[in-house]
């Protein structure tokens, strides 16, 4: 590898992390947070895409503490990517926890 190519590869990591940087926050998960009707618009929008499929557990009627959903939420566990505060803040996580944590599972049985 010559100097040459070397510069050219710099170059091309250094546009690719532009337009990284440029697209990222304004993709994906990026709603800001405020930006929520109620919990359960948090849930349709990004819980279920994930735990309505079978791509993660499902999370509704088992009884589970409101707090467990609030820390794997803003953690992540294993397999699922963790939320910051920006996606979702603690008061409305507070919220999606205490509403999971009371419904009934999905298709009404237990
Ligand atoms: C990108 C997919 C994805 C999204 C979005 C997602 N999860 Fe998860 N979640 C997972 C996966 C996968 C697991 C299983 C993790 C493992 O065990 O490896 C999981 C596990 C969990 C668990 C633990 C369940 C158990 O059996 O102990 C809880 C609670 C949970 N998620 C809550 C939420 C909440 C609340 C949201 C919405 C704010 C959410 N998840 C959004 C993929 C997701």
């Not at 304004?26 to 929520?36: F, I, K, P």
């Not at 979702?88 to 419904?103: I, P, T």
């Amino acid at each position: 590898m010559n100097k040459y190519t070397l510069c050219r590869k710099t170059v091309f990591l250094g546009v690719f992390a532009a337009i990284f940087a440029a697209f990222v926050p304004s993709t994906g998960w990026a709603q800001a947070a405020g930006q929520w009707r109620d919990a359960n618009h948090v849930y349709t929008k990004i819980c279920a895409n994930c735990h309505e499929i079978g791509v993660g557990p499902v999370i509704k009627g088992r009884g589970l503490d409101p707090e467990y959903y609030q820390t794997v939420a803003r953690h992540g566990l294993r397999a699922m990517p963790a939320f910051r505060p920006t996606d979702v803040d603690d008061a409305m996580l507070r919220q999606v926890g205490e509403m999971l944590s009371k419904s009934p599972a999905p298709g009404g049985t237990k």
